[in-house]
């Protein structure tokens, strides 16, 4: 069983910042530490990216689109990932989503909304 809860979207101008969260519940995520945990976005008209991972050892990857200004992070005694977001712009607007990485489980949460327009 997997449910996964995104929030912290919302509505900013280009050059702002938004942190997401992720709680992971259910019996798989009772081991929620040795998954490494990843967020995704999807934009209308787009196939879902894999956009950040943070490892279960704690080491992070990122696509180039966000590098330098996304950071991941995970609380694993929390079960919830984060997604620092700085200097949004623009094409950052998607709904966000976290999932395992970079292999996702076929559940997924109703996602959060990130728009970002001047």
């Known amino acids: 069983q997997v449910q996964l809860v995104e929030s912290g979207g919302g509505l900013v101008q280009p050059g702002s910042s938004l942190t997401l969260s992720c709680a992971a519940s259910?019996?798989?995520?009772?081991?929620?530490?040795?998954?490494?945990m990843g967020w995704y976005r999807q934009s209308p008209g787009k196939q879902r990216e894999l956009v950040a991972t943070?490892?279960?050892?704690?080491?992070?990857i990122y696509t180039d689109s966000v590098k330098g200004r996304f950071t991941i992070s995970r609380d694993n005694a929390k079960k919830t990932v984060y997604l620092q977001m700085n200097s949004l712009r623009p094409e950052d607007t998607a709904v966000y989503y976290c999932?395992?990485?970079?292999?996702?489980?076929?559940?997924w949460g109703q996602g959060t909304q990130v728009t970002v327009s001047s």
């Open positions: 999932n395992k990485s970079p292999t996702p489980w076929d559940s």
């Open positions: 943070a490892a279960s050892g704690g080491s992070t």
């Open positions: 259910g019996s798989r995520f009772r081991m929620f530490s040795v998954y490494p």
